[in-house]
Antibody, heavy 122, light 109 residues
Framework: EVQLVESGGGVVRPGGSLRLSCAAS????????MSWVRQAPGKGLEWVSG????????GYADSVRGRFTISRDNDKNSLYLQMNSLRAEDTALYHC???????????????WGQGTLVTVSS | QSALTQPPSASGSPGQSVTISCTGT?????????VSWYQQHPGKAPKLMIY???KRPSGVPDRFSGSKSGNTASLTVSGLQAEDEADYYC?????????FGTGTKVTVL
């Protein structure tokens, strides 16, 4: 059974940093691209970032480019999102999601974690 | 990067069909075959319903179908059932990034 479990969320002040993790199991992690998708309270989905199977290709939403960094450790079956210079508008539930193939954008997001909540507030 | 445009709401009676549109540009929906659709029930993680415009993941009923014409993609739910009541989001690759739609709340009357 595919499982994606996010962690690392919490309350942080504006300008602060946070590192999210996503532990994957139930599939061969380095066969698949991965993404982070967030959802602000009561709002719609927003794609944040994606990474291909070996980390050689990444993509970022304009709203986070230059502040967030996606990475993965295939030996640890883990996906990460380093978030710096956090703003109030980054407050959201952050989901990790698995792609359909080795790339991060082809084939949609087939499996999702339940998410970890990030709150940016003074 | 603008969100794809979806109608805020759609509705139908049980057994009827409902179609949700997703309008983008030639830089996203119109330019690639990587359009997908997601169903989200309150308090739950999204679920993939359609990928690559028309493909259905295993386990998704064939009542759900996708299509695309130009810069607009569509999701049709045929034979509406009570459990289809949910929020639906489209998504498209947009060249080095991905973009979601604004979301549509489907109500089963």
């Amino acid at each position: 059974e595919v499982q994606l479990v996010e962690s690392g969320g919490g309350v942080v002040r504006p300008g602060g940093s946070l590192r999210l993790s996503c532990a994957a199991s139930g599939f061969t992690f380095d066969d698949y691209g991965m993404s982070w998708v967030r959802q602000a309270p009561g709002k719609g989905l927003e794609w944040v970032s994606g990474i291909n199977w070996n980390g050689g290709s990444t993509g970022y939403a304009d709203s986070v480019r230059g502040r967030f960094t996606i990475s993965r450790d295939n030996d640890k079956n883990s996906l990460y999102l380093q978030m710096n210079s956090l703003r109030a508008e980054d407050t959201a539930l952050y989901h990790c999601a698995r792609g359909q193939s080795s790339g991060w954008y082809e084939g949609g997001f087939h499996y999702w974690g339940q998410g970890t909540l990030v709150t940016v507030s003074s | 990067q603008s969100a794809l445009t979806q109608p805020p709401s759609a509705s139908g009676s049980p057994g009827q069909s409902v179609t949700i549109s997703c309008t983008g540009t030639s830089s996203d929906v119109g330019g690639y075959k990587y359009v997908s659709w997601y169903q989200q029930h309150p308090g739950k993680a999204p679920k993939l319903m359609i990928y690559e415009v028309i493909k259905r993941p295993s386990g998704v009923p064939d009542r759900f179908s996708g299509s695309k014409s130009g810069n607009t993609a569509s999701l049709t739910v045929s034979g509406l059932q009570a459990e289809d009541e949910a929020d639906y989001y489209c998504s498209s690759y947009a060249g080095s990034k991905n973009v979601f739609g604004t979301g549509t709340k489907v109500t089963v009357l």
